[in-house]
């Protein structure tokens, strides 16, 4: 019984300090070089040429480089918040990594894989919020009528960052007077507002 016991515990340690977390999740997602380039080559002068709009308005921004492999920033339909970040490696241009955010910051469950397409990694972005929920920042937004949730109105217009229960927000506006910057520092806890600042950029 006790040298059942030890074998088990030496196991367990083993396993423990060994090993990472096993995944068998696979994905065969590709960029498509080829449709990419040959769209941007029948119509080089379009400034959105990089950019695919599907019938039911998701927008896909698409990035090709030499160097650094290619990358796409999804958009859902309004009112989603969100968007989906994809990167593909540059050997293969396999899915490397995929995730969500909102306002340029990562949420949920990112995924990370190798180059054959199996899932080595999983990360919960969500884990670094203490505890706190973004739709309460996208909340005290909507109070101070920069966003409208229902409607999706202002998802562009705003950067969000989270650190040890602080929400920081930089809201950008275009009034016919002049660009300006709205910047917030807001209690996680409370929304109550810690800071705010308001800076006049230069004209466009």
């Not at 921004?61 to 989906?84: C, D, M, V, W």
């Not at 990370?112 to 973004?134: A, P, W």
Request: net charge negative.
């Amino acid at each position: 019984m006790k040298l059942k016991l030890i074998i088990f515990i030496i196991s367990f340690v083993v396993t423990s300090c060994n090993g990472q977390k096993e995944y068998t999740i696979m994905t065969t997602e590709k960029f498509d070089v080829e449709a990419h380039v040959k769209r941007f080559e029948e119509s080089p002068e379009d400034e959105n040429g990089d950019v695919l709009i599907l019938e039911d308005s998701t927008k896909i921004r698409q990035s090709l480089s030499a160097t650094g492999g290619a990358s796409e920033i999804i958009t859902p339909p309004k009112p989603a918040f969100y968007k989906i970040r994809k990167k593909y490696f540059k050997s293969t241009y396999t899915l490397e990594l995929k995730g969500n955010t909102v306002g340029g910051m990562s949420i949920g469950i990112w995924q990370f894989f190798d180059e054959k397409g199996k899932l080595r990694k999983e990360v919960n972005e969500d884990e670094k919020l203490d505890g706190h929920d973004y739709h309460k920042a996208l909340e005290f937004l909507e109070k101070e009528n920069w966003i409208t949730i229902e409607t999706g109105q202002g998802r562009e217009r705003f950067s969000l960052d989270y650190e040890k229960d602080v929400w920081y927000i930089t809201i950008m506006s275009r009034p016919w007077n002049g660009n300006f910057e709205t910047y917030y520092e807001v209690d996680a806890n409370t929304l109550k507002i810690l800071k705010k600042t308001e800076t006049q950029l230069g004209d466009e």
